[in-house]
Every structure is written in structure tokens, then in C-alpha cells.
């Protein structure tokens, strides 16, 4: 495939949807064919599942979330992502399998390699070229939420250390595949933050 594949990560309230809108601004200055999207949704079936994951009422048993985000993902990569990878589009994409593992593991339910293993499953194994991890402390998240946010989804509801061990979990991610992962203090100035992706987005295009 001769695109390029970036993903974005990182908790509720670090700021991903600004940068990936700053990076995708900046893509196309540079005179390049780009589609942004996002998990969940970014297709029809997923603004459909989107729906269940995040605003059912009542019980969602963990197996079937983790099973949901993977439809979820299935959908969209193939229909969606790998098309556009393969027209050599640069994808600038709001969360994929890291935020299932970090996400749903840290339900301490399931087992973060099993919901890896399913979510390759779900792609094909389809790895980004890059993924940004936007690292911030779950208080000053929430803070930001707090004030931009009307009312929270399911996820952002759960307790604050549900959301620390979301943290330690892309955190460990990053860590086993430093290559991969480009880890971006997002305490920083917007400008600051999008001028350290761009640096290295530029490095690979
Ligand atoms: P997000 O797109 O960041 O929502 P928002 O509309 O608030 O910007 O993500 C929605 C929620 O879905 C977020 O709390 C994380 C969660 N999520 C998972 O739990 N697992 C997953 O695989 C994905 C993609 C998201």
C-alpha cells in the first residue's frame, strides 16, 4: 500500500480532535490527497454501533463492547481505510486498536492481548505507520472536559481511575513499540503540540 496511515490516541479531553484537524489542514497545504475519519464511526454501520457503545442505557456485557468496536473497525477498514491506503491517501484517523486495548482492558475484565488479537482479526492486521499518543494527566482531562462538555458518553463516565489505568495503558503501548508511537506532552500550547507532529509527519511522507 502506498499510503500512509496515522492514528491518533490518548484519553477523553487531551485534545485529539483539535490536532488531528490541525494536521489535516496542514496535509492538504502540502498539496496531499487526505481522509480523516474516526473510531467509533466514520462509516454508516459505525455511526450505528457508535450509538450502542456510547449512549446504550443499561448494561453492555464487556464481550460484546469489545466485540462492537471491532465491528466497528472491521467495517471501516474495509470499506473505508484500506481503499483510501491503497489510492496512496495519507488516512489522519481519531482512534483505532490502541484505544481498544487501553479502553477495554482497562476494565480489567478482558485480557489486552485478546482484544489486540480480535481487533487484528477485525483489519486484517492492518498496523498504522504512525500513531500519536497525546499523554495527559486524567485531572487536567477532566478539567477540560468538565468545562467544554455538555453531558459525558458512557466511557467518560467511569470513574477517575478507570481513566489513570486508560493512561498507564497507552503509556505501556507506547513503550513497547517506541517506533511506532510518537508520545506528545498535550499540557503544551496547541501550536507547540502541532508543530511536533507535523516534524515528524513530514519525516515520513
Ligand atoms: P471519542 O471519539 O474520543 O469521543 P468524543 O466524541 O467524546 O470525542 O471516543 C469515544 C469513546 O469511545 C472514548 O471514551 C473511548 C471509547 N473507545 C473505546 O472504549 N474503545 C475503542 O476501541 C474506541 C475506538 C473508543
Redesign the pocket.
Known sequence: MSGLFITFEGG?GTG??TQVRLLTEWLIEQGRAVVTT???GGTEVGTALREI??HHRGEVDPRAEALL?AADRAQHIGTLVRPALERGDVVVQ???ID??VA??GAGRVLDAAEIKRISLWATGDLIPDLTVLLDLPGDVARKRLAQEHKTF?R??NEHDDFHERVRAAFLALAAAEPQRFLVVDAAQEIDQIAHVIRDRVGALL
Open positions: 477523553d485529539k480532535s474516526r473510531e467509533p457503545v456510547l468496536y481519531d482512534r483505532y484505544s481498544s479502553y477495554q458518553d466511557l467518560e
